[in-house]
């Protein structure tokens, strides 16, 4: 079965750059049409979209925070990791990573169970 | 950037049928998702391609999208359906963008 999980700092100072992993199983990032995507989601509030890799290497990024994001995977790891730079504590928030299996299904059908980062100085 | 809408609250008694509105320009020509999040819990995909439903999710979710519109509808809604929802669309050149979340109560 997929599972994913990520894994990072729980807290982070401002202006310090954040680094998450997710590590998954049950799929390979490089079969075809496969992707994984970060979504965030602050206390009480909406869910965010940050960024999508596909297994061809195609990156997206929101384009309301593109210039502060990199994703990047190891395929031979079975990681993705996203990189966040110059945190705020508006940038306080669960992180998701999650599982999409093709460009035409259009969602994410598998979940992490998302880990909560704080920042504060 | 690309926005969708949605009501941040519907309520509806047990048994009804509540319908949640998603709304974006042309999202019906994107693929429209939507997610349920219990509390403390991750979100969990519930609809895909429009009107499409994952295993395990119940009949009684279903969806369609057309014009500016996207609707999640329950049928015969219970107490367990009551959760934040999300609509979420995907196209080409948009990527993903999510809605702001409809909180729905059973009462």
């Known amino acids: 079965q997929i599972t994913l999980k990520e894994s990072g700092p729980t807290l982070v100072k401002p202006t310090q750059t954040l680094t998450l992993t997710c590590t998954f199983s049950?799929?390979?990032?490089?079969?075809?049409?496969?992707?994984v995507g970060w979504i965030r989601q602050p206390p009480g509030k909406a869910l965010e979209w940050l960024a999508l890799?596909?297994?061809?290497?195609?990156?997206r990024y929101s384009p309301s925070l593109k210039s502060r994001l990199t994703i990047t995977k190891d395929t031979s790891k079975n990681q993705v990791v996203l990189t966040m730079t110059n945190m705020d504590p508006v940038d306080t928030a669960t992180y998701y990573c999650a599982h999409s299996p093709s460009p035409t299904m259009g969602g994410f059908d598998y979940w992490g169970q998302g880990t909560l980062v704080t920042v504060s100085s | 950037s690309y926005e969708l809408t949605q009501p941040p609250s519907v309520s509806v008694s047990p048994g009804q049928t509540a319908s949640i509105t998603c709304s974006g320009y042309k999202l019906g020509d994107k693929y429209a998702s939507w997610y349920q999040q219990r509390p403390g819990q991750s979100p969990v995909l519930v609809i895909y391609?429009?009107?499409q439903r994952p295993s395990g999710i119940p009949e009684r979710f279903s969806g369609s999208n057309s014009g500016n519109t996207a609707t999640l509808t329950i049928s015969g809604t219970q107490a367990m359906d009551e959760a934040d929802y999300y609509c979420?669309?995907?196209?080409?050149?948009?990527?993903?963008?999510f809605g702001g979340g409809t909180k729905l109560t059973v009462l």
């Open positions: 979420q669309a995907w196209d080409s050149s948009t990527a993903v963008v």
């Open positions: 391609q429009d009107s």
């Open positions: 049950g799929f390979s990032l490089s079969t075809s049409g496969v992707g």
């Open positions: 890799i596909y297994w061809n290497d195609d990156k």
